[in-house]
């Protein structure tokens, strides 16, 4: 026991000097400075890109001092204006410049609703400041007086008269003409009770955020209420000043209790405010968990998702907004799980015609995510989309000439192109973006033209405006300057391919091979592993600053980089993604063992030196990974960033959506955490844990609990923790978080691969 204590001190001692000594290379080569410090590979792309008529509106961020504009693009005149100079643009009750955040033009076009100077409240940066700008004048004018606090998802009335914003979670109506506040809501006290805005699992795992929405006729306002006392609070501490802080969160654990949430609608004309009977709210009544989204329909009835806690049923409500009646439209039942990226149509709302007489539904329910068109009233009108490819977004549905636009990716796994079809005649998918990649798209609201941000592996991301003969009608951005100063290194080479599992499924996956590859030798080889539900690591798209970084470790080590989406990922079906259904952590693993061995057996490649590594559920992926099946005899090194340990410790909607609860799964949750495999470790493999001590996701606790799992087993490890970080490994007042992270993955690598 004495020997293996002195072990595990002298490889932590090891690890220290490793990771305090900065990586470096020749003045000419690439370097992790480079990489992580400058920002000679921030790549510039309009953010919040919208369209408002034949106008593209979106901010434009400059690389250099990182100021924001914003900005339209003219389809008819082909002019490119700068409406708002982030350079010089002050706030009238703040003595600075504005950080432009986001904005909405107003219904009318005489306003400009700005938001700037954002943080978050959960994990998104929704809260801050809006400003309302006045297009003819130039007039900017604060919504609300700072002192009072932050404002969050103002929006302005249809008639542009109003404003109404969430402040200290209560909703809030500014009078444009008087320039007066009124208080719509009175009851909310964060954290415990929350009007017009979302708890923290919903923002997380429903990506909901915005809780109400204006009606039509601007006479009534949908709005959520939360009530989050039910959630013991979970403590984070922050140790880093002389005396700790405290950080108090309502985060509900797997088998524990949810908030209870109900829906409002006000009445601005009586001043009054109906809450409709969903059953989800306390008391005997309570049948259903969740109410994932709110809306309007275009005749003014308020539509509302009710969903159980299983997530394998799913109803659509219409709501008299004045009589409060409620009457089901559709349902949806699932064998597994209704995912909520499907359901939703790929955005935040249902898509309806103009005229409100159809609405167009996602469902999975052929084995692929496709639409669907119904009436009104809820009769089925005709399956829209079909094949063996799932709907990966609604982009767009033009009623004129009864086409959609969607985003999918039809024989083509690893790439993203917008198609379109007819709405109301045999599906025939006619491809609009024909350059191999990814294309994200923005489709203008009357159908003429779209936005399209393309980009691959190598490929920085280019975006312009194009017409649907898929002309260029004007570049924005090109990121020259990114893709010049990439051909001054050695670029590696990215193939993509496929692998058959154990049991014969075939699995897409990727490598990356030095420029100078010479297949006579052999290579150490890094796995890149995710796998959760609903990713996809075998994309052709542009990987950021980690991309950047494959380049650096294939030509500074050298190294081969690969990576497979194992069963359960998405894109391939629902059967495919729901392979592991009420076991997590089963055949992700073994998918990952089945492509390792299948690597091994090239003859580049070191069979005794491989690697994988993964961040959050790929950590968890990892984990089980290196100590599952015959992963011990196959992985050498295995590093896993705030990984899950144990799913008893995450989420109710995530963790439930897959394993259903501990109480009603106990066999589910045990064959899924880590801490019951480590002592099947072999004192060969070298393990490193990475985590941040403030991760509001995956809690820091996780790793905790797999240290103490380690010691018990007495299996030696490394561990770098940061204080302070995030699960994203974000720190204030820290630059170099990133930097000092990535140094000790790559020297780590060095070491011992």
Not at 21 to 31: C, F, H, R
Not at 377 to 384: I, P
């Amino acid at each position: 026991m004495r020997n293996q204590i002195s072990v595990i001190h002298r490889l932590l001692f090891i690890t220290f000097l490793l990771i305090t000594v900065q990586v470096s290379g020749q003045s000419d080569n690439l370097t992790l400075e480079d990489i992580f410090r400058s920002n000679l590979f921030k790549v510039k792309s309009p953010s919040n890109g919208k369209w408002v008529g034949e106008n593209f509106w979106f901010i434009g961020k400059d690389r250099v001092d990182g100021k924001k504009h914003l900005q339209r693009f003219n389809t008819a005149s082909l002019k490119l204006d700068i409406i708002i100079d982030g350079e010089i643009i002050t706030a009238p009750d703040h003595d600075s410049l504005l950080t432009l955040q986001n904005f909405t033009v107003g219904h009318t076009g005489r306003y400009i609703l700005l938001f700037a100077d954002a943080r978050p409240l959960w994990r998104q940066n929704t809260l801050g400041y809006y400003y309302i700008y006045e297009q003819s004048s130039g007039q900017i004018t604060a919504l609300s007086d700072r002192s009072k606090g932050f404002q969050m998802f103002a929006k302005f009335s249809p008639d542009d008269r109003q404003v109404t914003f969430v402040r200290d979670a209560n909703l809030y109506l500014y009078d444009l003409a008087s320039e007066r506040e009124y208080a719509l809501t009175d009851d909310g006290k964060l954290p415990d009770l929350l009007n017009g805005i979302t708890d923290w699992v919903y923002e997380e795992e429903f990506n909901l955020r915005d809780g109400w929405e204006w009606s039509p006729d601007g006479q009534f306002i949908l709005f959520y209420q939360f009530d989050t006392s039910p959630i013991p609070e979970f403590i984070m501490t922050d140790v880093r000043s002389i005396n700790p802080v405290n950080i108090s969160l309502r985060y509900p654990l797997a088998g524990k209790d949810n908030s209870n949430v109900r829906i409002g609608i006000i009445d601005l004309n009586e001043k009054s405010i109906r809450y409709i009977e969903t059953d989800t709210w306390i008391g005997e009544k309570k049948q259903f968990e969740y109410l994932p989204r709110i809306g309007w329909t275009p005749g003014n009835q308020a539509w509302i998702f009710r969903l159980n806690r299983h997530q394998n049923y799913l109803e659509l409500l219409n709501v008299d907004p004045r009589t409060g009646k409620v009457s089901k439209i559709h349902e949806e039942k699932s064998g597994t799980w209704i995912e909520s990226s499907s359901v939703f149509s790929m955005g935040q709302r249902l898509t309806y015609s103009k005229d409100g007489r159809h609405f167009l539904w996602a469902s999975d329910r052929d084995g692929y995510n496709h639409i669907y068109l119904y009436q009104s009233d809820g009769e089925l009108v005709r399956q829209v989309t079909t094949g063996s490819f799932d709907v990966l977004k609604l982009n767009g549905f033009d009623e004129k000439n009864a086409l959609l636009y969607f985003t999918a990716s039809i024989g083509l796994p690893a790439e993203r192109h917008l198609y379109e079809t007819p709405v109301n005649s045999q599906f025939s998918a006619k491809n609009l973006t024909q350059k191999p990649g990814t294309h994200e798209v923005i489709v203008s609201t009357d159908g003429q033209y779209f936005f399209d941000n393309f980009s691959t592996t190598q490929t920085p991301p280019t975006s312009g405006i194009y017409n649907f003969k898929g002309k260029l009608i004007h570049l924005l951005e090109d990121n020259k300057s990114v893709t010049e100063l990439l051909e001054k290194y050695p670029q590696p080479v990215w193939t993509f391919d496929s692998l058959k599992a154990s049991d014969g499924t075939v699995l897409h996956s990727f490598m990356i091979k030095p420029r100078d590859f010479d297949r006579s030798q052999k290579y150490p080889l890094l796995i890149y592993t995710y796998g959760g539900p609903t990713s996809q690591v075998v994309t052709n798209t542009w990987k950021g600053e980690r991309g950047i970084w494959y380049n650096y470790l294939t030509g500074e080590l050298p190294i081969l980089i690969a990576g497979i989406d194992n069963r359960g990922s998405t894109n391939r079906g629902k059967e495919f993604l729901a392979s592991h259904y009420l076991n997590l952590g089963t055949i992700e693993p073994r998918d990952q063992i089945d492509a390792a061995k299948k690597w091994a057996k090239l003859p580049f490649i070191d069979s005794d030196r491989i690697a994988i590594w993964g961040w959050s559920y790929g950590g968890i992926n990892t984990l089980l990974a290196i100590s599952k099946f015959d992963g011990p005899d196959i992985f050498k090194v295995g590093i896993a960033v705030a990984p899950v340990s144990s799913w008893e410790l995450y989420d109710t909607i995530y963790t439930e959506r897959y394993l259903r609860t501990p109480q009603e799964n106990p066999g589910g949750y045990y064959a899924g955490s880590p801490l019951n495999f480590v002592d099947r470790l072999k004192p060969h493999q070298q393990l490193l844990l990475i985590h941040g001590d403030l991760d509001d996701n995956v809690h820091y606790q996780n790793t905790v609990k797999l240290i103490e799992a380690l010691h018990r087993s007495n299996k030696a490890f490394h561990l770098m923790i940061y204080p302070g970080a995030n699960h994203s490994m974000e720190r204030t007042g820290i630059k170099n978080t990133k930097l000092h992270l990535y140094q000790t993955i790559t020297n780590f690598l060095k070491e011992y691969l």
